[in-house]
């Protein structure tokens, strides 16, 4: 008879679409009994209730606050919640926004912690969370000893996202009180595309930072022209400024949304960049390291020199 | 005025690897080390800082970690930090993210910095925990994935942008003294010249132990206990052999097949 406490999001009054993920890993470890709550902080948060009375919500929470993002008062909401109710576990996306409260809130409660968790599962009635390491070349199955609550940030794009109806009581919650120091000035939008579409491209060559230097990124954009592909690349190449941002693909850049052949070379396969690519049908990765986790989202895989093999693949086109 | 900036040494595996005997960590025979990348970024953020104020800020460097660590802080030394701390007891061989954070806490207590930087997450575990969990600990401000920083040192409060998903970044206030942790690209980290590599030999590091900092084993108790640590399961890509020129034929083909040309 456990309680499960799910942490909702939104952006401007939009509900953040992984909630839909963290209820449905909490939903995988709820046994008969237990009840499922999902907490949300929003300026009309009765708005979201419909979006979060999903199959297994047996309640909504609903917070009336600023739609601004508060990590004060979301860890204030995480430790009334936990210290009147006693989950043993509190599931949250692993968005940036958790990034800021999700540790913050864990050692103010004292409770167990795991972040970026993409498995988790009841193992003699303990919880197990599944986590990679050493830049996604291991898993790490994690448990809990001696903790009575549990906060996991669950990896998106890994669960299917909750579905079905269901027809949760829904709480209202008076914020609690919080000192808050931070304050919402405004937004930055992404800077213009210049015409380079990567959410509309079906083929792109993606280039990391196994190209180098910046004067080995020609040879590549022309290889990618002569293909008929649209170049891409990851964060660190346009971070150095080689490459425009509007050509990086990942979770802080573009979703390759309508690619069905995706090529990547010099590229590690962090989590951020698979992101944007993991769900593309065709996958093939140039990579020199064998271990490179890119290897294990992909469909072919050459180990080797991204250089040789461009250059000659060049001349098949 | 004074920046404290907390860096690690992340630990990459060569391209073959063996787990440790006990099944619940690699061998440490396969490590390569060195300054988490995202570090270079917030030593940098903290140099520049110091740099436009006229040189009125202290940048200090503390790193929780053995011997081996030693690199990595001399590493972010030799980018022009004035001094270093270095905290290793053996008891922190299994420290998590939060083990660290508390660590890092009674360093602020004695050092009392007016800004703390941390990397947005390591490259090797990436749990992006030890920042935030640090400005729990302390109950001060803090705001994650800090990808624009506009702060003068001793100042009430700081304007910075966070980097949210898709390219968005949000504008945002914060009180002062906070704990941010900073995203890659917020600058381009400066290389270390041979004159900072050579000065950064003689400058000052502070080695203690938990017992110097008042902490026992049981207040860096993690929280969570790694079960065992395994390689993946991997996928199912099919592996292309040969030359290089075999190889690209091959994926010539696959490309002409796919895109019907
Ligand atoms: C909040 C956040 C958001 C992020 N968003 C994104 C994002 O949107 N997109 C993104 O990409 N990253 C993003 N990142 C960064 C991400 O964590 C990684 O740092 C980045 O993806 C690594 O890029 P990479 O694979 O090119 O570089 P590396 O990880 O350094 O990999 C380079 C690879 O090249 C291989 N290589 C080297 N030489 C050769 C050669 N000659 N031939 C073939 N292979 C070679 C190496 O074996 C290695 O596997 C984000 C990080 C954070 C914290
Ligand atoms: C299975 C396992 C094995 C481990 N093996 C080792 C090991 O062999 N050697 C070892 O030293 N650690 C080891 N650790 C600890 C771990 O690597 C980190 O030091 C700790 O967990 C911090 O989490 P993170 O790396 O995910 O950093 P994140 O929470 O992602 O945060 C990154 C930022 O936090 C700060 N930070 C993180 N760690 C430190 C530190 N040690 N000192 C100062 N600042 C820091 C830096 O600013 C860094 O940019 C292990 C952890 C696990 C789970």
Not at chain 1, 22 to 47: E, F, H, N, W, Y
Not at chain 2, 144 to 170: F, I, Q, S, W
Not at chain 2, 172 to 189: F, K, Y
Not at chain 2, 209 to 237: F, N, Q, T
């Amino acid at each position: 008879m456990a309680e499960l406490l799910v942490i909702a999001g939104q952006r401007a009054g939009e509900l953040h679409p992984a909630s839909l993920e963290a209820i449905a890993a909490a939903r995988s470890v709820k046994l008969a009994g237990d009840t499922l709550a999902v907490a949300l902080i929003a300026a009309d948060p009765q708005a979201l209730v419909g979006a979060l009375s999903v199959e297994g919500v047996d309640e909504v929470i609903a917070i009336k606050a600023s739609d601004d993002f508060q990590p004060d008062l979301t860890e204030a909401v995480i430790l009334a919640l936990a210290e009147a109710r006693k989950p043993a576990l509190i599931a949250t996306a692993h968005g940036v926004d958790a990034w800021s409260f999700a540790p913050a809130a864990a050692v103010k409660l004292g409770c167990g912690l795991a972040t970026d968790v993409q498995a988790l599962r009841l193992e003699d009635g303990a919880l197990v969370a599944t986590r990679a390491g050493y830049a996604e070349k291991v898993l790490v199955d994690l448990d809990f000893p001696g903790k009575e609550t549990v906060l996991l940030t669950i990896r998106t794009n890994v669960f299917e996202p909750a579905a079905g109806s269901g027809s949760p009581k829904v709480t209202e919650m008076a914020a609690p009180a919080a000192d808050i120091a931070t304050t919402h000035e405004g937004w930055k939008p992404p800077a213009d595309a210049g015409g380079i579409d990567i959410p509309g491209s079906e083929f792109i060559l993606s280039i990391g930072r196994g190209v180098g230097d910046e004067s080995n990124v020609e040879q590549f954009l022309e290889l990618a022209g002569g293909m008929g592909a649209t170049l891409g690349c990851s964060r660190p190449i346009a971070d150095n400024g080689w490459l425009p941002k509007a050509r990086q693909v990942g979770q802080s850049g573009q979703l390759a949304a309508s690619c069905k052949l995706y090529i990547a070379m010099g590229v590690s396969g962090s989590v951020q960049h698979q992101w944007g690519m993991k769900h593309v049908e065709t996958i093939v990765a140039v990579n020199t390291d064998p271990e490179a986790s890119i290897f294990s989202i992909a469909r072919y895989g050459i180990v080797g020199d991204m250089f040789e093999i461009a250059e000659e693949l060049q001349n098949h086109f | 005025m004074k920046i404290l900036v907390a860096v690690k040494q992340a630990a990459f595996l060569d391209d073959e690897f063996e787990m440790r005997a006990d099944g619940r960590d690699v061998d440490a025979d396969f490590f390569e080390k060195d300054l988490n990348e995202f570090d270079h970024f917030s030593v940098e953020e903290a140099m520049l800082i110091k740099e436009a104020a006229g040189d009125a800020a202290e940048v200090v460097i503390a790193i929780v970690g053995d011997e081996d660590a030693d690199d990595a802080l001399r590493t972010a030394l030799a980018k022009g930090a004035d001094r270093g701390i270095r905290v290793w007891d053996d008891a922190l061989a299994e420290a998590d993210g939060v083990a660290v954070a508390r660590v890092l806490a009674r360093l602020v207590e004695r050092e009392q910095p007016d800004m703390v930087f941390t990397g947005a997450q390591s490259a090797d575990f990436g749990s992006a925990v030890t920042g935030m969990a640090l400005a729990g600990l302390l109950g001060w401000p803090h705001a994650a994935v800090v990808c624009n920083l506009d702060y003068t040192p001793g100042a009430k409060t700081a304007t910075l942008r966070r980097e949210l998903e898709g390219g968005l970044e949000e504008i945002m206030t914060i009180r002062c003294p906070a704990v941010l942790s900073i995203q890659l690209g917020i600058n381009q980290p400066r290389y270390a010249s041979l004159r900072g590599i050579k000065q950064a030999k003689q400058k000052p590091v502070d080695e203690l132990s938990l017992d110097d900092l008042g902490l026992s084993a049981a207040d860096i108790a993690p929280v969570a206990r790694v079960r065992k640590m395994y390689a993946p399961e991997r996928g199912k890509a099919e592996l292309i052999t040969g030359s290089a020129a075999e190889q690209a034929a091959r994926l010539a083909e696959i490309i002409k097949e796919l895109r019907g040309m």
